[in-house]
Protein backbone atom coordinates (compact mmCIF):
# COMPACT_ATOMS: atom_id res chain seq x y z
CA UNK A 1 0.00 0.00 0.00
CA UNK A 2 2.95 2.65 0.33
CA UNK A 3 3.14 3.17 -3.71
CA UNK A 4 -0.77 4.12 -3.52
CA UNK A 5 -0.02 6.84 -0.48
CA UNK A 6 3.11 8.15 -1.86
CA UNK A 7 1.03 8.84 -5.04
CA UNK A 8 -2.19 10.14 -3.80
CA UNK A 9 -4.96 7.79 -4.30
CA UNK A 10 -7.51 8.28 -7.61
CA UNK A 11 -9.66 5.83 -9.57
CA UNK A 12 -8.58 5.19 -12.94
CA UNK A 13 -10.42 3.68 -16.01
CA UNK A 14 -7.74 2.47 -18.42
CA UNK A 15 -8.35 1.81 -22.27
CA UNK A 16 -5.48 -1.23 -23.54
CA UNK A 17 -5.28 -1.04 -27.22
CA UNK A 18 -4.34 -4.15 -29.09
CA UNK A 19 -5.30 -7.89 -29.61
CA UNK A 20 -2.85 -10.37 -28.25
CA UNK A 21 -1.51 -12.39 -25.47
CA UNK A 22 0.52 -8.86 -24.52
CA UNK A 23 -2.60 -7.16 -23.87
CA UNK A 24 -4.14 -10.12 -22.22
CA UNK A 25 -1.03 -9.95 -19.46
CA UNK A 26 -0.89 -6.13 -20.02
CA UNK A 27 -5.01 -6.39 -18.79
CA UNK A 28 -4.21 -8.72 -16.12
CA UNK A 29 -1.80 -6.86 -14.38
CA UNK A 30 -3.80 -3.25 -14.37
CA UNK A 31 -6.88 -5.44 -12.65
CA UNK A 32 -4.47 -6.09 -9.93
CA UNK A 33 -3.89 -1.95 -9.10
CA UNK A 34 -6.20 -1.40 -6.66
CA UNK A 35 -6.32 2.02 -8.21
CA UNK A 36 -7.79 0.99 -11.53
CA UNK A 37 -11.48 0.80 -11.48
CA UNK A 38 -12.52 0.22 -15.27
CA UNK A 39 -10.70 -1.74 -17.58
CA UNK A 40 -11.83 -1.65 -21.46
CA UNK A 41 -10.02 -3.26 -24.40
CA UNK A 42 -10.30 -2.65 -28.42
CA UNK A 43 -10.19 -4.73 -30.42
CA UNK A 44 -8.61 -7.44 -27.87
CA UNK A 45 -10.00 -11.27 -28.53
CA UNK A 46 -12.10 -14.31 -26.75
CA UNK A 47 -9.62 -14.51 -23.44
CA UNK A 48 -9.67 -10.14 -22.94
CA UNK A 49 -13.33 -10.36 -23.04
CA UNK A 50 -13.14 -12.01 -19.78
CA UNK A 51 -10.82 -9.38 -18.04
CA UNK A 52 -11.81 -6.45 -20.02
CA UNK A 53 -15.36 -4.48 -21.15
CA UNK A 54 -14.65 -5.15 -25.43
CA UNK A 55 -15.03 -2.51 -27.94
CA UNK A 56 -14.44 -3.01 -31.72
CA UNK A 57 -12.49 -0.35 -33.22
CA UNK A 58 -9.92 0.68 -35.81
CA UNK A 59 -6.28 1.00 -33.74
CA UNK A 60 -5.14 2.51 -36.08
CA UNK A 61 -7.10 5.26 -36.74
CA UNK A 62 -6.20 7.97 -33.63
CA UNK A 63 -9.48 9.99 -34.29
CA UNK A 64 -11.21 6.22 -33.64
CA UNK A 65 -9.83 5.49 -30.87
CA UNK A 66 -9.97 9.16 -29.19
CA UNK A 67 -13.54 8.93 -29.89
CA UNK A 68 -13.38 5.81 -28.01
CA UNK A 69 -11.46 6.70 -24.80
CA UNK A 70 -14.04 9.50 -24.67
CA UNK A 71 -17.23 7.94 -24.98
CA UNK A 72 -16.55 5.53 -22.36
CA UNK A 73 -14.48 7.95 -20.03
CA UNK A 74 -10.88 6.74 -20.24
CA UNK A 75 -8.23 8.20 -18.06
CA UNK A 76 -5.32 6.48 -19.32
CA UNK A 77 -4.86 4.57 -22.78
CA UNK A 78 -2.05 2.14 -23.10
CA UNK A 79 -1.45 1.75 -27.15
CA UNK A 80 0.20 -1.99 -27.39
CA UNK A 81 1.34 -2.78 -30.50
CA UNK A 82 3.60 -0.95 -32.42
CA UNK A 83 1.48 0.02 -35.97
CA UNK A 84 -0.97 2.61 -34.32
CA UNK A 85 2.09 4.41 -32.58
CA UNK A 86 4.03 4.35 -35.64
CA UNK A 87 0.90 6.14 -37.35
CA UNK A 88 0.62 8.74 -34.63
CA UNK A 89 -2.42 7.38 -32.44
CA UNK A 90 -0.58 8.20 -29.29
CA UNK A 91 -0.42 11.83 -30.70
CA UNK A 92 -4.00 11.99 -31.51
CA UNK A 93 -5.20 11.06 -28.04
CA UNK A 94 -3.00 13.05 -25.86
CA UNK A 95 -4.42 16.60 -28.31
CA UNK A 96 -7.64 15.27 -26.95
CA UNK A 97 -6.22 15.68 -23.45
CA UNK A 98 -6.31 12.13 -22.50
CA UNK A 99 -3.50 10.80 -21.19
CA UNK A 100 -1.03 8.16 -22.66
CA UNK A 101 1.04 5.49 -22.63
CA UNK A 102 2.81 5.05 -25.43
CA UNK A 103 5.64 7.35 -27.74
CA UNK A 104 4.62 9.93 -30.08
CA UNK A 105 4.75 8.96 -34.38
CA UNK A 106 8.47 10.97 -34.09
CA UNK A 107 9.88 9.10 -31.13
CA UNK A 108 7.99 5.41 -32.16
CA UNK A 109 10.71 6.22 -35.38
CA UNK A 110 13.06 3.81 -33.00
CA UNK A 111 11.44 1.26 -34.24
CA UNK A 112 9.30 2.16 -37.37
CA UNK A 113 12.57 2.77 -39.62
CA UNK A 114 15.72 1.09 -39.02
CA UNK A 115 17.94 4.13 -39.96
CA UNK A 116 16.79 6.57 -37.91
CA UNK A 117 17.20 4.02 -35.06
CA UNK A 118 20.70 3.26 -36.53
CA UNK A 119 21.43 7.03 -36.80
CA UNK A 120 20.02 7.75 -32.98
CA UNK A 121 22.37 5.23 -31.67
CA UNK A 122 25.39 6.60 -33.89
CA UNK A 123 24.97 10.09 -32.61
CA UNK A 124 24.13 8.65 -28.46
CA UNK A 125 27.49 6.96 -29.02
CA UNK A 126 25.05 3.51 -28.78
CA UNK A 127 26.91 -0.01 -29.88
CA UNK A 128 25.21 -1.45 -32.61
CA UNK A 129 25.51 -3.46 -35.47
CA UNK A 130 27.78 -1.74 -38.70
CA UNK A 131 24.82 -1.75 -42.02
CA UNK A 132 23.58 -1.10 -44.82
CA UNK A 133 20.82 -0.12 -46.73
CA UNK A 134 20.84 -1.04 -50.18
CA UNK A 135 17.85 0.18 -52.43
CA UNK A 136 19.06 -0.95 -55.93
CA UNK A 137 18.98 -4.33 -57.32
CA UNK A 138 22.44 -3.87 -59.25
CA UNK A 139 24.31 -3.20 -56.05
CA UNK A 140 23.24 -6.18 -54.02
CA UNK A 141 25.75 -8.40 -54.92
CA UNK A 142 28.50 -6.25 -54.41
CA UNK A 143 26.83 -5.22 -51.07
CA UNK A 144 26.82 -9.15 -49.98
CA UNK A 145 30.06 -9.01 -50.39
CA UNK A 146 31.37 -6.40 -47.74
CA UNK A 147 28.81 -8.51 -45.34
CA UNK A 148 28.90 -12.39 -43.89
CA UNK A 149 30.94 -14.72 -44.24
CA UNK A 150 32.54 -12.96 -46.99
CA UNK A 151 33.93 -10.45 -44.55
CA UNK A 152 34.39 -12.91 -41.76
CA UNK A 153 30.91 -12.70 -39.92
CA UNK A 154 29.62 -16.37 -39.58
CA UNK A 155 26.80 -15.21 -41.12
CA UNK A 156 24.43 -12.77 -43.03
CA UNK A 157 21.66 -10.91 -41.38
CA UNK A 158 19.42 -9.48 -43.73
CA UNK A 159 16.44 -7.19 -42.87
CA UNK A 160 13.13 -5.13 -44.36
CA UNK A 161 13.98 -2.04 -43.84
CA UNK A 162 10.18 -1.15 -42.10
CA UNK A 163 7.88 -2.97 -39.77
CA UNK A 164 7.51 -6.62 -40.61
CA UNK A 165 6.59 -8.37 -37.26
CA UNK A 166 9.70 -9.89 -36.54
CA UNK A 167 9.48 -11.87 -39.94
CA UNK A 168 11.49 -9.57 -41.90
CA UNK A 169 14.81 -10.52 -40.83
CA UNK A 170 16.41 -13.56 -42.15
CA UNK A 171 20.03 -14.70 -40.51
CA UNK A 172 21.94 -17.66 -42.68
CA UNK A 173 25.45 -18.59 -43.51
CA UNK A 174 24.07 -19.33 -46.59
CA UNK A 175 24.48 -16.42 -49.21
CA UNK A 176 22.10 -18.23 -51.95
CA UNK A 177 19.11 -17.58 -48.83
CA UNK A 178 20.80 -14.24 -48.03
CA UNK A 179 20.41 -13.42 -51.69
CA UNK A 180 17.10 -14.43 -52.38
CA UNK A 181 15.28 -13.13 -49.20
CA UNK A 182 16.96 -9.53 -50.11
CA UNK A 183 16.26 -9.96 -53.74
CA UNK A 184 12.37 -10.71 -52.80
CA UNK A 185 12.40 -7.43 -50.56
CA UNK A 186 13.54 -5.02 -53.21
CA UNK A 187 11.53 -6.76 -55.59
CA UNK A 188 8.56 -5.48 -53.16
CA UNK A 189 9.89 -2.04 -53.35
CA UNK A 190 11.46 -2.43 -49.70
CA UNK A 191 15.01 -0.97 -48.90
CA UNK A 192 17.06 -3.59 -46.97
CA UNK A 193 19.33 -3.24 -44.74
CA UNK A 194 22.45 -5.73 -43.99
CA UNK A 195 23.77 -5.60 -41.25
CA UNK A 196 27.03 -7.55 -39.64
CA UNK A 197 26.44 -10.50 -37.74
CA UNK A 198 26.17 -9.73 -33.29
CA UNK A 199 27.25 -12.99 -31.42
CA UNK A 200 25.98 -13.90 -27.88
CA UNK A 201 23.23 -14.49 -25.97
CA UNK A 202 19.89 -12.01 -26.95
CA UNK A 203 18.18 -9.96 -24.01
CA UNK A 204 15.29 -7.98 -24.12
CA UNK A 205 15.20 -5.19 -21.72
CA UNK A 206 12.09 -3.35 -21.35
CA UNK A 207 12.51 0.40 -19.77
CA UNK A 208 9.75 2.42 -19.12
CA UNK A 209 10.91 5.74 -20.21
CA UNK A 210 9.39 9.44 -19.90
CA UNK A 211 12.15 11.87 -21.18
CA UNK A 212 15.24 11.01 -19.98
CA UNK A 213 14.02 8.87 -16.86
CA UNK A 214 14.15 5.23 -17.55
CA UNK A 215 13.31 2.95 -14.98
CA UNK A 216 14.06 -1.04 -16.47
CA UNK A 217 11.92 -3.81 -15.72
CA UNK A 218 13.54 -7.19 -15.57
CA UNK A 219 15.62 -8.45 -18.46
CA UNK A 220 14.37 -11.27 -20.50
CA UNK A 221 15.25 -13.42 -23.31
CA UNK A 222 13.12 -14.25 -26.20
CA UNK A 223 12.95 -17.41 -28.74
CA UNK A 224 12.50 -15.64 -31.91
CA UNK A 225 12.79 -18.93 -34.03
CA UNK A 226 9.81 -21.06 -35.25
CA UNK A 227 11.71 -24.82 -33.66
CA UNK A 228 13.49 -26.45 -30.84
CA UNK A 229 17.38 -25.92 -30.88
CA UNK A 230 16.63 -22.90 -32.45
CA UNK A 231 16.13 -24.17 -35.95
CA UNK A 232 13.72 -22.57 -38.58
CA UNK A 233 12.51 -19.43 -39.34
CA UNK A 234 12.37 -16.01 -37.24
CA UNK A 235 9.22 -15.80 -35.77
CA UNK A 236 7.36 -12.62 -33.83
CA UNK A 237 8.44 -15.15 -30.80
CA UNK A 238 7.56 -18.37 -29.65
CA UNK A 239 8.49 -18.34 -25.78
CA UNK A 240 9.91 -16.37 -23.08
CA UNK A 241 11.37 -16.28 -19.65
CA UNK A 242 12.74 -13.76 -16.61
CA UNK A 243 14.69 -12.87 -14.95
CA UNK A 244 17.97 -13.69 -16.61
CA UNK A 245 20.25 -16.13 -14.06
CA UNK A 246 23.09 -15.81 -16.29
CA UNK A 247 23.00 -12.05 -16.75
CA UNK A 248 25.01 -10.03 -13.73
CA UNK A 249 23.45 -7.11 -12.56
CA UNK A 250 26.11 -5.20 -13.42
CA UNK A 251 25.52 -5.83 -16.82
CA UNK A 252 22.16 -4.93 -16.81
CA UNK A 253 23.65 -1.22 -14.94
CA UNK A 254 25.49 -0.98 -17.85
CA UNK A 255 22.73 -1.32 -20.46
CA UNK A 256 20.63 1.13 -19.02
CA UNK A 257 23.77 3.65 -18.40
CA UNK A 258 25.39 2.92 -21.66
CA UNK A 259 22.81 2.56 -24.07
CA UNK A 260 19.39 2.93 -23.30
CA UNK A 261 19.89 6.66 -21.39
CA UNK A 262 21.94 7.76 -23.92
CA UNK A 263 19.55 6.78 -26.32
CA UNK A 264 16.56 8.58 -24.37
CA UNK A 265 18.58 11.64 -23.95
CA UNK A 266 19.53 11.79 -27.83
CA UNK A 267 15.80 11.44 -28.24
CA UNK A 268 15.19 14.51 -26.37
CA UNK A 269 17.90 16.45 -27.74
CA UNK A 270 16.44 15.74 -31.27
CA UNK A 271 12.89 17.29 -29.98
CA UNK A 272 11.36 13.76 -30.59
CA UNK A 273 11.29 12.70 -26.57
CA UNK A 274 10.44 9.43 -25.93
CA UNK A 275 7.52 8.48 -23.52
CA UNK A 276 6.54 5.02 -23.26
CA UNK A 277 8.06 1.31 -23.37
CA UNK A 278 11.82 1.43 -24.94
CA UNK A 279 12.25 -2.24 -25.58
CA UNK A 280 16.16 -2.77 -25.79
CA UNK A 281 17.02 -6.10 -27.92
CA UNK A 282 20.55 -6.56 -27.05
CA UNK A 283 22.98 -9.46 -28.01
CA UNK A 284 25.73 -9.49 -25.17
CA UNK A 285 28.71 -10.05 -27.04
CA UNK A 286 32.71 -10.72 -26.09
CA UNK A 287 32.97 -7.02 -26.48
CA UNK A 288 30.10 -6.23 -24.05
CA UNK A 289 26.27 -5.45 -25.00
CA UNK A 290 25.57 -4.42 -28.44
CA UNK A 291 21.80 -3.71 -29.78
CA UNK A 292 20.23 -5.72 -32.16
CA UNK A 293 17.00 -3.31 -32.04
CA UNK A 294 15.03 -0.99 -30.25
CA UNK A 295 11.44 -1.69 -30.26
CA UNK A 296 8.61 1.20 -28.86
CA UNK A 297 6.02 -0.97 -26.76
CA UNK A 298 6.09 -3.77 -24.84
CA UNK A 299 7.48 -7.26 -26.62
CA UNK A 300 5.53 -9.82 -26.69
CA UNK A 301 5.85 -12.57 -25.83
CA UNK A 302 8.34 -11.27 -22.89
CA UNK A 303 5.94 -9.07 -21.38
CA UNK A 304 3.70 -12.04 -20.52
CA UNK A 305 6.72 -13.40 -18.27
CA UNK A 306 7.60 -10.30 -17.27
CA UNK A 307 4.45 -8.91 -15.97
CA UNK A 308 3.68 -12.09 -13.73
CA UNK A 309 6.44 -11.43 -11.20
CA UNK A 310 5.69 -7.41 -10.83
CA UNK A 311 4.57 -6.20 -7.43
CA UNK A 312 4.04 -3.19 -7.91
CA UNK A 313 0.78 -1.56 -9.30
CA UNK A 314 1.24 -1.53 -13.08
CA UNK A 315 -1.57 1.46 -13.79
CA UNK A 316 0.48 3.50 -11.22
CA UNK A 317 3.78 3.11 -13.21
CA UNK A 318 1.72 3.89 -16.68
CA UNK A 319 0.18 6.58 -15.30
CA UNK A 320 3.44 7.97 -14.12
CA UNK A 321 5.60 7.89 -17.14
CA UNK A 322 2.16 9.24 -19.55
CA UNK A 323 1.73 11.85 -17.28
CA UNK A 324 5.43 12.86 -16.62
CA UNK A 325 5.97 11.78 -12.99
CA UNK A 326 7.66 8.74 -13.59
CA UNK A 327 11.29 10.42 -11.96
CA UNK A 328 9.07 10.50 -8.55
CA UNK A 329 7.47 6.59 -8.96
CA UNK A 330 8.64 4.64 -6.41
CA UNK A 331 11.00 1.98 -6.95
CA UNK A 332 9.50 -1.41 -8.86
CA UNK A 333 9.12 -4.66 -6.57
CA UNK A 334 9.61 -8.06 -7.98
CA UNK A 335 8.12 -11.24 -6.53
CA UNK A 336 11.08 -13.90 -6.42
CA UNK A 337 11.42 -16.41 -8.55
CA UNK A 338 10.76 -17.11 -12.11
CA UNK A 339 8.35 -17.02 -14.76
CA UNK A 340 8.27 -18.60 -18.27
CA UNK A 341 5.90 -18.18 -21.67
CA UNK A 342 5.02 -20.45 -24.45
CA UNK A 343 3.60 -19.95 -27.15
CA UNK A 344 1.21 -22.01 -29.06
CA UNK A 345 1.50 -21.29 -32.14
CA UNK A 346 -1.22 -22.64 -35.44
CA UNK A 347 -0.46 -25.07 -37.90
CA UNK A 348 1.70 -23.65 -40.67
CA UNK A 349 2.53 -20.85 -38.34
CA UNK A 350 5.00 -18.42 -39.09
CA UNK A 351 3.54 -18.83 -42.62
CA UNK A 352 -0.17 -18.49 -43.48
CA UNK A 353 -1.54 -19.87 -40.22
CA UNK A 354 -4.76 -22.37 -40.24
CA UNK A 355 -7.48 -20.93 -38.36
CA UNK A 356 -10.93 -21.66 -37.23
CA UNK A 357 -10.00 -25.12 -35.25
CA UNK A 358 -11.70 -25.19 -32.08
CA UNK A 359 -9.47 -25.18 -29.12
CA UNK A 360 -10.11 -27.10 -25.59
CA UNK A 361 -8.40 -26.58 -22.39
CA UNK A 362 -7.49 -22.69 -22.61
CA UNK A 363 -9.99 -20.48 -20.96
CA UNK A 364 -8.24 -20.97 -17.20
CA UNK A 365 -5.37 -19.28 -15.02
CA UNK A 366 -2.16 -19.18 -16.45
CA UNK A 367 -2.97 -19.33 -20.25
CA UNK A 368 -3.36 -15.77 -22.01
CA UNK A 369 -5.07 -15.61 -25.77
CA UNK A 370 -4.10 -13.93 -28.72
CA UNK A 371 -5.38 -15.46 -31.94
CA UNK A 372 -8.48 -16.33 -30.44
CA UNK A 373 -12.07 -15.95 -31.28
CA UNK A 374 -15.89 -16.68 -29.92
CA UNK A 375 -17.68 -18.59 -32.07
CA UNK A 376 -21.84 -17.70 -32.60
CA UNK A 377 -21.81 -21.22 -30.15
CA UNK A 378 -20.10 -20.08 -27.93
CA UNK A 379 -16.95 -22.06 -28.86
CA UNK A 380 -13.53 -20.88 -28.70
CA UNK A 381 -11.71 -20.94 -32.00
CA UNK A 382 -8.00 -19.91 -33.28
CA UNK A 383 -8.06 -16.52 -35.41
CA UNK A 384 -4.36 -15.64 -35.93
CA UNK A 385 -0.71 -17.26 -36.06
CA UNK A 386 0.32 -16.87 -31.90
CA UNK A 387 -2.88 -18.33 -30.74
CA UNK A 388 -2.36 -18.91 -26.76
CA UNK A 389 0.98 -17.90 -24.61
CA UNK A 390 0.96 -19.87 -21.29
CA UNK A 391 2.57 -18.51 -18.49
CA UNK A 392 4.39 -20.47 -15.35
CA UNK A 393 6.11 -19.51 -12.31
CA UNK A 394 7.72 -20.74 -9.79
CA UNK A 395 10.88 -20.70 -7.23
CA UNK A 396 13.24 -21.06 -9.72
CA UNK A 397 13.34 -21.29 -13.71
CA UNK A 398 13.02 -24.84 -14.41
CA UNK A 399 9.70 -25.04 -11.62
CA UNK A 400 8.43 -22.22 -13.89
CA UNK A 401 8.95 -24.35 -17.17
CA UNK A 402 7.42 -27.39 -15.15
CA UNK A 403 4.09 -25.13 -14.71
CA UNK A 404 4.14 -23.79 -18.08
CA UNK A 405 4.35 -27.15 -19.77
CA UNK A 406 2.23 -28.93 -17.29
CA UNK A 407 -0.64 -26.30 -17.92
CA UNK A 408 0.82 -27.07 -21.74
CA UNK A 409 -0.85 -30.73 -21.91
CA UNK A 410 -4.30 -29.67 -21.04
CA UNK A 411 -4.63 -28.02 -24.25
CA UNK A 412 -5.59 -29.46 -27.47
CA UNK A 413 -5.49 -27.61 -30.56
CA UNK A 414 -5.24 -29.59 -33.68
CA UNK A 415 -2.55 -28.69 -36.11
CA UNK A 416 -0.77 -26.43 -33.36
CA UNK A 417 3.13 -26.53 -32.30
CA UNK A 418 5.02 -25.13 -29.96
CA UNK A 419 8.66 -24.69 -28.33
CA UNK A 420 9.83 -27.59 -25.84
CA UNK A 421 12.77 -25.72 -24.91
CA UNK A 422 12.38 -22.48 -23.58
CA UNK A 423 14.38 -21.51 -20.86
CA UNK A 424 15.98 -24.79 -20.68
CA UNK A 425 19.76 -23.58 -21.34
CA UNK A 426 19.41 -21.49 -18.89
CA UNK A 427 17.93 -23.88 -16.23
CA UNK A 428 20.42 -26.48 -17.00
CA UNK A 429 23.43 -23.65 -16.39
CA UNK A 430 24.50 -23.68 -19.83
CA UNK A 431 24.89 -20.12 -20.82
CA UNK A 432 27.39 -18.49 -20.22
CA UNK A 433 29.00 -15.31 -20.87
P1 LIG B 1 14.79 -7.98 -35.37
O1 LIG B 1 13.50 -8.03 -36.10
O2 LIG B 1 15.71 -6.90 -35.81
O3 LIG B 1 14.57 -8.07 -33.90
O4 LIG B 1 15.53 -9.36 -35.65
C1 LIG B 1 14.92 -10.58 -35.30
C2 LIG B 1 15.96 -11.54 -34.77
O5 LIG B 1 16.98 -11.76 -35.74
C3 LIG B 1 16.70 -11.03 -33.54
O6 LIG B 1 16.04 -11.26 -32.33
C4 LIG B 1 17.98 -11.84 -33.64
O7 LIG B 1 17.80 -13.13 -33.15
C5 LIG B 1 18.24 -11.90 -35.09
N1 LIG B 1 19.11 -10.76 -35.48
C6 LIG B 1 18.72 -9.59 -35.99
N2 LIG B 1 19.77 -8.79 -36.24
C7 LIG B 1 20.88 -9.48 -35.90
C8 LIG B 1 22.29 -9.21 -35.92
N3 LIG B 1 22.78 -8.06 -36.40
N4 LIG B 1 23.12 -10.17 -35.47
C9 LIG B 1 22.65 -11.34 -35.00
N5 LIG B 1 21.33 -11.67 -34.96
C10 LIG B 1 20.45 -10.76 -35.40
N1 LIG C 1 9.52 -10.30 -28.63
C1 LIG C 1 9.78 -9.67 -29.84
C2 LIG C 1 8.96 -8.49 -30.11
O1 LIG C 1 8.03 -8.18 -29.40
O2 LIG C 1 9.27 -7.80 -31.06
Same mark, same amino acid.
Given at each position: ???????????????? @??????????????????????????????????????? $?????????????????????????????????????????????????????????????????????????????????????????????? /?????????????????????????????????????????????????????VSL????????????LPA?????????????????????TPL??L????T???????????????????????????????????????????????????????????????????????????????????????????????????????????????????????????? $?????????????????? /????? /?????????????????????? @????????????
Amino acid at each position: MADEVRLGWAAVHVLV @IGSGAREHALLLALRRDPQVDGLSVAPGNAGTAAVADQY $DVDVTSGEAVTALARRIGADLVVIGPEVPLVLGVADAVRAAGIACFGPTKDAARIEGSKSFAKDVMTAAGVRTAASEIVDNPAHLDAALDRFGP /ASGDSAWVVKDDGLAAGKGVVVTADRDTARAHAAGLLEAGHPVLLESFLDGPEVSLFCVVDGETVVPLLPAQDFKRVGDGDTGPNTGGMGAYTPLSWLPDEVTRRIVDEIVKPVAAELVKRGSAFSGLLYAGLAITSRGPAVIEFNCRFGDPETQAVLALLESPLGQLLRAAATGELAGHPPLRWRDGSAVTVVVAAENYPGRPRVGDVIHGADRDGVLHAGTARRD $DGALVSSGGRVLSVVGTG /ADLAA /ARAAAYATLESIRLPGSHFRTD @IGQAAAEGKISL
